[in-house]
């Protein structure tokens, strides 16, 4: 009879659970993933420095004719710590009009509440008013840009296409 009860305990609790999820899944709190990946991006500002100057380092080193880099492309350290920040890969412009050489764009492919925004790019865009801390812009459709201050943004695209 114990043994009844607790499977029908155990299997209540699964069902919660699931509910919650598809709850979740289809009437996500954007606001608060958006509130999350700010921080998030204030957290490991330092480790994101770290990569664009790197990465700035790498570029200077090689001739990169289409201004992208896959993991493979890339020296280890590099790949490790865009790995381990959760990026795939990095695409990359020249600004000429900036005290920076450039404007990087990081795509995210695992944690930074992912699942709930369907596309994220973290980028460090020097001299752009956009990345003022408080800044957010909305395209009225799916796309917010979110300012995290010192030449960080945070850009998400919420459709599922």
């Known amino acids: ?14 069902i919660l659970l699931i509910i919650w999820k598809v709850y979740n899944y289809y009437n996500p709190n954007y606001q608060k993933n958006f509130r999350q990946n700010i921080s998030e991006l204030q957290d490991k500002r330092t480790e994101l ?7 700035t380092l790498e570029i200077s080193r090689q001739n990169i004719p289409n201004k992208s880099m896959d993991l493979d492309d890339m020296s280890e350290p590099l790949r490790e710590k865009m790995e381990e920040l959760g990026f795939s890969s990095f695409r990359f412009e020249i600004i000429n009009n900036c005290n920076k050489k450039y404007r990087f764009y990081f795509k ?3 944690g930074w509440n ?8 973290i980028i460090f865009s020097p001299c752009d008013s956009e ?8 395209d009225g459709n799916h796309i917010d840009v979110f300012g995290a201050g010192e030449e960080w943004k945070i850009l998400s695209d919420t459709d599922f296409i």
């Open 108 to 110: 995210v492919c695992k």
């Open 49 to 55: 420095n770290k990569i664009v100057e790197t990465a």
């Open 114 to 121: 992912l699942d709930n925004l369907n596309y994220i790019e």
């Open 1 to 14: 009879m114990k043994i009844e009860k607790i499977t029908n305990i155990f299997f209540i609790i699964i």
């Open 131 to 138: 990345t003022k801390e408080g800044f957010h812009s909305f």
